[in-house]
């Protein structure tokens, strides 16, 4: 009786692994401290995620009936909540990274230890139980984005809450002392809603410092355009099904989930005491040069300055991200859509910026912007 009310509080781990050698031996090592599962193929292992609760998988990615990356994209779209780790030959690298994009918590290069293995897989634990506690509280509580009153009270309890889970963000300060002291709360805030919602912020944010690189802007106002990027749809964190990859790309290059998401947004920010550029950024972002934007239809140079540079920043990234159910335009047709819409939807002085920034990184962009993901789980 002991032993089964034990193995009723261990986390539940199936290993994925078409050899039966390293299957087994991932099921020794791991047994002392998890309930194990087995599978040697993509639908036995979908199989058992039907029918009984799991936890975190490792996935190994060469399977008798299909590739781990396409098992990985259905694991990440019906099961969400599902952590994974794949474990990869160093010839298969690449193949790892790519995984990263498509949900992957982290992964492991064969051979490797016992203490890497464990601790990457506890760590990945952690990070799942904050995602878990982030996905109750937005199910159970609106007032995140409610007024600024009851918004600050559901601040309060939301990073309490998270931080007795144990988070990456160490220590306590007030809200607004340092804006990176809710980076890791509000990073895992996206990535509770979607990861790949989580991946867009950290593209858009990379993509829009590489326009401010090349403009007269202070510190600050660097550092606020950077973070209001990182945040401009936080909004969406609200939306109860949202789905990065099933956001509708109008004839514009838009998205157009929910034109709400703008204002939501900035309501969530203002009890966080961040800079009102950031605020700005958020409920601009889609606003359009000729005035036919959205939320609040301002025009030309009414659109405050940083919010226009990540407006371009997120079409593009809309234009040319790759996500399961889309294809992505290549990045010279997207720089050709962005020129295209100079003195419509975007501001032509940054549009023409923009495509230059681009056009000159565009050997390398692909593999900077993935490196703007998280590739492996961060020591907590």
């Known amino acids: 009786m002991m032993t089964d009310a034990a193995d009723r509080t261990k986390p539940t781990v199936l290993v994925v692994d078409d050899e039966a050698g390293p299957r087994d031996a991932l099921k020794v090592i791991l047994r002392p401290f998890f309930n194990i599962r087995s599978a040697d193929n993509a639908q036995a292992a979908l199989d058992i995620l039907n029918e009984q609760p799991v936890d975190l998988i490792t996935l190994d990615q060469k399977l008798p009936d299909r590739q781990g990356i396409d098992l990985l994209q259905d694991i990440k779209h019906d099961h969400a909540d599902i952590e994974v780790i794949i474990i990869t030959g160093y010839g298969s690298l690449k193949s790892a990274m790519e995984g990263i994009r498509h949900g992957a918590a982290g992964y492991?290069?064969?051979?490797?230890?016992?203490?890497?293995?464990?601790?990457?897989?506890?760590?990945?634990?952690?990070?799942?139980?904050?995602?878990?506690?982030?996905?109750?509280?937005?199910?159970?509580?609106?007032?995140?984005?409610?007024?600024?009153?009851?918004?600050?009270?559901?601040?309060?309890?939301?990073?309490?809450?998270?931080?007795?889970?144990?988070?990456?963000?160490?220590?306590?300060?007030?809200?607004?002392?340092?804006?990176?002291?809710?980076?890791?709360?509000?990073?895992?805030?996206?990535?509770?809603?979607?990861?790949?919602?989580?991946?867009?912020?950290?593209?858009?944010?990379?993509?829009?410092?590489?326009?401010?690189?090349?403009l007269n802007l202070t510190a600050a106002e660097q550092k606020s355009l950077a973070m209001g990027a990182f945040l401009h749809d936080l909004g969406k964190t609200s939306l109860p099904a949202y789905r990065f990859a099933d956001d509708q790309i109008l004839p514009s290059g838009e998205a157009a989930s929910c034109r709400e998401h703008p204002d939501i947004g900035a309501r969530m920010i203002l009890p966080l005491g961040l800079p009102a550029e950031v605020g700005q950024i958020v409920s601009y972002h889609h606003e359009r040069w000729d005035g036919k934007g959205y939320p609040h239809g301002l025009q030309g140079e009414g659109i405050p300055f940083l919010a226009r540079i990540v407006c371009i920043a997120q079409a593009f990234d809309h234009l040319t991200a790759e996500t399961p159910g889309r294809s992505p335009l290549p990045i010279d047709d997207a720089v050709r859509y962005i020129a295209g819409q100079a003195h419509s939807q975007f501001d032509p002085q940054l549009a023409a910026l923009f495509t230059q920034v681009i056009t000159e990184c565009k050997a390398s962009l692909p593999a900077m912007a993935i490196a703007t993901a998280p590739s492996r789980v961060s020591e907590p």
């Open 108 to 214: 492991l290069l064969k051979p490797f230890n016992v203490t890497e293995l464990i601790t990457l897989i506890n760590q990945t634990l952690d990070k799942k139980r904050r995602l878990d506690f982030i996905r109750e509280f937005l199910h159970s509580s609106s007032a995140l984005w409610g007024n600024e009153q009851d918004s600050a009270r559901a601040w309060e309890a939301f990073r309490n809450g998270y931080a007795a889970i144990g988070n990456p963000s160490h220590e306590e300060s007030p809200a607004g002392e340092d804006t990176r002291d809710w980076l890791p709360l509000l990073s895992d805030l996206l990535e509770a809603k979607d990861r790949q919602l989580l991946n867009h912020s950290s593209r858009v944010s990379f993509y829009a410092t590489l326009v401010a690189n090349r």
